[in-house]
């Protein structure tokens, strides 16, 4: 059982295929999504394999590598086998990952380029989460609110994406119904104001100041279509160099999360399953100290896919 929990945020800086297989649908590789509410997600399995992976590829020490993300032997390298007793060489690791949730959704806008969408079922989740960090973790008067169809609500009146008083998202319109300014807080900051100094430092960036002012908050129904129906589809090929055209059954429809989406995922740390072996403080701590700002997830590596960026962040 884990003793601690730690936020760790994943944007995407490519568009990101971490997929579920093959589909008798439209799309033939589509990406993973929660059964109960068809919103993407990003399987623990798959977050774990990318970070060891990119723990593997940077300085962190081999044997720490093992005894943090679990230890088999049968895949370990010769030099850490024999560093172990023969009864040791296979055991669990010391830290877990959930699977990441998606905060926030990148749509077309006709002002401000884009906005940021989210709906207050994913907020009221993202609440529950957190508590499991934190238990006193409130975004003030969340479970009051309550988004009519076709409204819209902002944080800021000086938001890029306001159109007279509607936002326009691909080709449809909402009504801004209200500015949540002062309503939607985390220890007393706008939910923006509040992921922009988590995610940002709220260093006056293009993308701190973004946020601040371009998310959007929308009914659960419309952002479920949006997250269904607005993600990339790419139609790949492969070519046949004896005649310089498509191969026989080789042309396939590739589903992607687009770039700028947020999603969330827990670390969740534990001792070493080992006697004397390293405290949670020392799982941790090796965590947070070798964490990559930029890993690869999911397939297509070598096309420039999956470029994720990640940041962890107390609460």
């Known amino acids: 059982m884990y003793r601690k929990a ?27 999504r929660e059964r109960h509410t068809g919103f993407p997600k990003f399987e623990a399995s798959s977050i774990k394999g990318s970070l060891r992976e990119a723990f593997e590829r940077g300085n962190a020490d081999e044997l720490t590598i093992h005894k943090v993300f679990g230890y088999d032997g049968d895949a370990a390298s010769v030099n850490v086998d024999a560093s172990f007793p023969e009864k040791e060489r296979q055991f669990a690791g010391a830290i877990g990952f959930t699977d990441a949730r998606l905060l926030l959704f990148p749509v077309k806008s006709m002002k401000g380029v884009f906005a940021w969408i989210t709906c207050l079922r994913v907020l009221k989740q993202f609440q529950r ?8 973790f409130i975004i003030k008067n969340l479970n009051g609110k309550h988004i009519k169809e076709g409204e819209s609500y902002l944080f800021t009146a000086n938001s890029n994406i306001k159109a007279n008083n509607k936002v326009l998202l691909e080709e449809y319109a909402f009504d801004i119904a209200n500015e949540l300014n002062g309503m939607l807080q985390i220890d007393g900051v706008n939910f923006p104001d509040w992921l922009a100094k988590k995610l940002f430092d709220d260093d006056g960036s293009y993308w701190s ?30 070519i046949d160099n004896n005649t310089g055209t498509v191969a026989q059954g080789a042309l396939f429809n590739e589903e992607y999360l687009p770039t700028e989406s947020i999603l969330y995922s827990l670390v969740l740390t534990a001792p070493e399953f080992k006697k004397d072996g390293l405290k ?4 941790s701590g090796f965590f947070k100290n070798n964490l990559p700002t930029t890993i690869q997830i999911g397939a297509n590596a070598t096309l420039g896919k999956g470029i994720v960026t990640t940041k962890l962040v107390q609460l």
């Not at 929308?218 to 993600?231: A, E, G, M, Y």
């Open 280 to 283: 949670v403080e020392e799982v």
């Open 129 to 136: 989460d957190m508590q499991l960090v934190k238990p006193d």
């Open 209 to 238: 100041e973004k946020i601040k002012k371009d998310i959007v908050v929308l009914p659960d129904d419309d952002f479920k279509d949006f997250v269904n129906l607005s993600t990339e589809v790419i139609t790949r090929t492969k």
């Open 6 to 32: 730690h936020p760790l945020f994943l944007t995407c800086n490519t568009p990101t295929h971490v997929g579920s297989g093959s589909e008798l649908g439209v799309v033939d590789l589509p990406i993973q």
